[in-house]
């Protein structure tokens, strides 16, 4: 069993040398326990948090040990009258080819159904990515038919899932995204009626005159992923009694400084904005994934991957997601 391990933490900019790749043994099963293997590992941005020592709304990661992370894969052999070898599961596996589960634990394993989805879509669009679209549009943002909803991040895991969700109930749904190509596709595949490319406009007021041709109508509610000038020039385009569901800060993660906000912006357009953790609302969960199930199921939803192979290329491909290199869901593929 091939395993990453977190054994140092990173100064500034995390790279390569904070893991390490390790061989051990899967240990025989206990009663009530399930072997898996892990076909496909998640990679997100909340990971890098957990790599720090410092305060933060999830428990550090603790050195020379398997990181943490979500994981599908196929039960091998079961000691649980619930799971027999064959059946596909959802967990928190760790970025490891095998793990032990505790089939009693609430929550631990999840068992999905891969005739409608593929496999890979519970860790994205139909798993915890999607539920944090959900969640964030459906009950901060709470966007009204005919509402302008802005997402950045768009081509991403969770920004795509957002824009979708929101077309779904009526809203002009405009993303923010990092270059041509994902524009297109945020445009032309998921279906947002507009996409602007930051990177074409490097400074706020030019970002905030894109965003005035995009958003006729001003904007109603955003999810922001990013952090820094992305937020700032929709806060200057941003209608009364506007929401902001704010989920993520991105471009902040790896130790970069992020421009402040100017609260005098929130009063004047007298705006919500309201942070979130998904884990912290699991009474959702059956509500938001039935929903995606539903959209990726039927093929109106086409979430896109950027799949990295083989247990060792998952500290490099983590890293090309820090830096915004992935095009939707990153994931290691662990079975050929
Ligand atoms: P994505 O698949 O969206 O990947 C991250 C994307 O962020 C990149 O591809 C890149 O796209 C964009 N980005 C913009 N600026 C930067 C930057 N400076 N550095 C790196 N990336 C940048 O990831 P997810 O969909 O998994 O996550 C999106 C956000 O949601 C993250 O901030 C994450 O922390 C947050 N999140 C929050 C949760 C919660 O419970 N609150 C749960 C899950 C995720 P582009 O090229 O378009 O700029």
């Known amino acids: 069993n091939r395993q990453i391990w977190l054994v140092s933490r990173p100064q500034g900019e995390a790279n390569v040398d904070n893991f390490r790749l390790v061989e051990s043994e899967t240990p025989p099963l206990a009663e009530g326990q399930v072997l898996v293997r892990h076909h496909y590992l998640s990679l997100d941005p909340y990971m890098r948090g957990r790599m720090n020592e410092g305060k933060s709304y999830a428990e550090p990661q603790p050195l020379n040990q398997v990181m943490i992370g979500g994981t599908v894969g196929q ?3 079961s000691r649980h009258p619930r799971y027999v070898p064959g059946d596909w599961v959802v967990g928190m596996g760790g970025w490891q080819e095998y ?3 505790d ?5 631990l394993l999840r068992k999905v159904d891969v005739s409608r989805i593929p496999p890979s879509h519970y860790l994205g669009a139909v798993g915890m990515p999607g539920v944090t679209a959900w969640y964030g549009l459906v009950k901060i943002i709470e966007p009204r038919a005919g509402q302008t909803i802005t997402v ?3 081509a991403g895991a969770v920004g795509s ?9 009526g809203c002009r749904v405009v993303g923010i995204a990092g270059g041509p190509d994902k524009c297109a596709y945020v445009r032309d595949e998921l279906g947002f009626d507009d996409c602007i490319d930051y990177r074409q406009y490097p400074d ?3 970002l905030a005159s894109a965003l005035k041709a995009a958003c006729p109508n001003g904007i109603d509610g955003h999810f922001e992923n990013v952090g820094g000038t992305v937020l700032d020039a929709v806060m200057l385009r941003a ?4 929401r902001v569901a704010l989920c993520g800060m991105i471009a902040g993660y790896d130790g970069q400084p992020l421009p402040m906000l100017n609260p005098a912006l929130i009063l004047i357009s007298r705006m919500r904005i309201e942070g979130f953790i998904v884990s912290e609302h699991m009474e959702v969960w059956p509500q938001a994934l039935a929903e995606l199930s539903e959209l990726v199921g039927s093929g109106r939803f086409r979430p896109r991957e950027t799949v990295a192979h083989g247990i060792e290329s ?5 890293l090309g997601l820090l830096k915004g290199r992935n095009f939707g869901k990153q994931l290691v593929k662990l079975v050929d």
């Open 152 to 154: 950045s991040a768009a």
């Open 103 to 107: 089939g009693n634990a609430a929550g």
């Open 204 to 206: 706020l007021r030019a």
């Open 99 to 101: 793990s032990v589960v």
């Open 75 to 77: 039960v091998v052999e």
């Open 161 to 169: 899932a957002v824009g979708v969700l929101a077309k779904q109930r």
């Open 239 to 242: 209608n009364a009694f506007s």
């Open 314 to 318: 998952a500290p490099e491909a983590f």
